[in-house]
């Protein structure tokens, strides 16, 4: 039976990432991976998908798909004997490569339903902005799957009317949204508490003196 391959340093482990990256596709390549707490190597295929080879404390090398990094599923990952290449090579293609298949499906899922939502954010975003002329739109503290912006009267704009100030923190599908309103011209503020009532918004009045 063959013994476990002698994975001690760096350069064991690129050796035997170079051995195993032409059995997974001719495409895929050996990228290093500096500061990384473990002895570790990527491999990366043609479409630039990466597996990233650990050597811990365990005898077993462990193997990782990597996903995007804002992606919120689980990265999959594998122990596999540090045999033969073509050993690890099999384990990853009928072990690991299904899972990184489906979990980088799910990762593009999320990733297209974010975009639509920051462009439903966005959307609501531009509305307020064209209610507001010679407001100047700034954006304050980013979170996930929201949007707070804050409108300013434009400096450039000497004989600008928008006065005051409003913050808007748009929901995740830009279908909720709060806005506190700040000394804002009657005449603007109606505007902005009708749109806001017909759209289930809600309004509250600000500190003038903010």
Known sequence: MNEPRSLDSQADLDQYAEEIAPLLDPQCRVEPLPQHVWTATRIVDGDGRALDLVKDDDPRLRVWAQLPGDASV????????????????DHIRRRLLPQHAEALEIAGLEKAAQEAEQRARRAVVQRLARLLPGASVNPEYPRPRYTTVSFHRREDLEDSAF???IWATVGPRGDSVELEIHALPEEAEHALRGMASLDGWCTRKGDSAG
């Open 74 to 89: 689980k990265s999959p990952s594998i122990r596999v004997s540090a045999l033969a290449p073509k050993h690890v090579a």
């Open 163 to 165: 006065t005051g100030r």
